[in-house]
T-cell receptor, first 117, second 113 residues
Framework: AQSVTQPDIHITVSEGASLELRCNYSYGATPYLFWYVQSPGQGLQLLLKYFSGDTLVQGIKGFEAEFKRSQSSFNLRKPSVHWSDAAEYFCAVGAGAGGTSYGKLTFGQGTILTVHP | DGGITQSPKYLFRKEGQNVTLSCEQNLNHDAMYWYRQDPGQGLRLIYYSQIVNDFQKGDIAEGYSVSREKKESFPLTVTSAQKNPTAFYLC????????????FGPGTRLTVT
């Protein structure tokens, strides 16, 4: 079965500082990987996704993520954080065709980002 | 604008009552999903549907039921058998099962007392 670990429950950064949110996954084949963001009391918005190809993926709002198969990681980065980036971030892994979990996403527990002015 | 709507935003019920949460999408997506979100636990899959008149149990289906009579609609019923129903419920859809990203609705916060 697939699983996702986000080691950091809460991260605090200063506005303008760089950001890296960690995500490690467990899956037997090449996974589909996603990062979503959620503001309090709201639904989830997709930041970026990796299906195949270039392992460095660009997303919305200046975010990027890098798929590293050897480390089973898909860390999210942003070079300069804005106060509006404060939210909760979720990493998710999906199984491709043929897998027993086909079509289902498994989410990490989330990382809450606080931005200090 | 295309998207997913969930209603109501907040829902209050007495223990022992069944309650139905609405989810409608106009994205022409075949697949739809229901998740439950509790603080510190991420999202957990309750039910999903690949196509009209077909649905499958997710990881935590006990105490819940769904129907999929129309492509656009995937209502979730929280029954009195669900032992801890107070949570934030999110509906999502994707082009098809296992293909493309999932798009989420704004969620319904259910409080049962």
């Amino acid at each position: 079965a697939q699983s996702v670990t986000q080691p950091d429950i809460h991260i605090t950064v200063s506005e303008g500082a760089s950001l890296e949110l960690r995500c490690n996954y467990s899956y037997g084949a090449t996974p589909y990987l996603f990062w979503y963001v959620q503001s309090p009391g709201q639904g989830l918005q997709l930041l970026l996704k990796y299906f195949s190809g270039d392992t460095l993926v660009q997303g919305i709002k200046g975010f990027e993520a890098e798929f590293k198969r050897s480390q089973s990681s898909f860390n999210l980065r942003k070079p300069s954080v804005h106060w509006s980036d404060a939210a909760e971030y979720f990493c998710a892994v999906g199984a491709g065709a043929g897998g027993t979990s086909y079509g289902k996403l498994t989410f990490g527990q989330g990382t809450i980002l606080t931005v200090h002015p | 604008d295309g998207g997913i709507t969930q209603s109501p935003k907040y829902l209050f019920r007495k223990e022992g009552q069944n309650v139905t949460l609405s989810c409608e999408q106009n994205l022409n997506h075949d697949a739809m999903y229901w998740y439950r979100q509790d603080p510190g636990q991420g999202l957990r899959l309750i039910y999903y549907s690949q196509i009209v008149n077909d649905f499958q149990k997710g990881d935590i289906a006990e105490g819940y039921s769904v129907s999929r009579e129309k492509k656009e609609s995937f209502p979730l019923t929280v029954t009195s058998a669900q032992k801890n129903p107070t949570a934030f419920y999110l509906c999502a859809s994707s082009i098809s099962l296992g293909w493309g990203e999932q798009y989420f609705g704004p969620g319904t916060r259910l409080t049962v007392t």
